[in-house]
């Protein structure tokens, strides 16, 4: 199976989105796809950023259209996208510490997980999935993966071990282009700006969608007014 590209955009604790988009992608070849978006770089971008090692999609310098384009351009190379997004007000109660969302690190555990999920079950042999690497409160990087491989291994052939890799987006091109794929979802959940314009471009490459926690607060209410 290909390499598993993931990275996020948004705040589960901060109030500056109403959403947390979890994204990844495969693609046939990720140097392939390296070398293409660092060229699109180098010949598109403004001059001050077509060095720089990493150039995100929230970058100020950029305008929508460039980034319209961009998205375009990375569609064009065969991306293949499975996400999961959820509101954050529809974050459940086990995350939260009166009222406030407290247990970020277990919950973006679990997005993962519910994201990877997407892609199961496969009967490939090899089951690689590279994330930008980030810091998880009150998970440690060795639960993380313990976590993420549980969830993983009863759907996966037997002997099959899955890798889970953290790295710096900064020397990783393929995380750069889940950084940019996430950013144009995220601003097409979050209403902003392109938004519609950029999920026409995307919408042939997602392979699979899902919202996260979507009933859980009318479940919650719809059990509490049947209890006697």
Known sequence: ????????????????????????????????????????????????????????????????????????????????????????????????KRGVVHETGLLYTEIVAATLDLYLPVTEREFVVIRDERSLKGVRKSQFDEMIKVSLLPHLPAQTVPQIHAVSSVSNVPVQVADWLCGALARYHEQKSEGEALHQQLRNNIVQEKELFSDYWTKRWDNKKDLP
């Open 1 to 96: 199976m290909p390499k598993i590209y993931l990275d996020e955009s948004g705040n589960l604790t901060k109030g500056n989105g109403q959403y947390f988009v979890v994204v990844s992608y495969t693609v046939g070849s990720p140097d392939r796809v390296a070398k293409a978006f660092r060229k699109w770089q180098h010949s598109k971008f403004p001059r001050k950023l077509r060095d720089q090692t990493e150039v995100k999609f929230n970058d100020p310098h950029l305008t929508d259209d460039l980034r319209l384009k961009t998205i375009a351009f990375l569609c064009r190379q065969d991306v293949r996208i499975f996400y999961t997004y959820l509101k954050i007000g529809n974050i459940p109660e086990k995350f939260r």
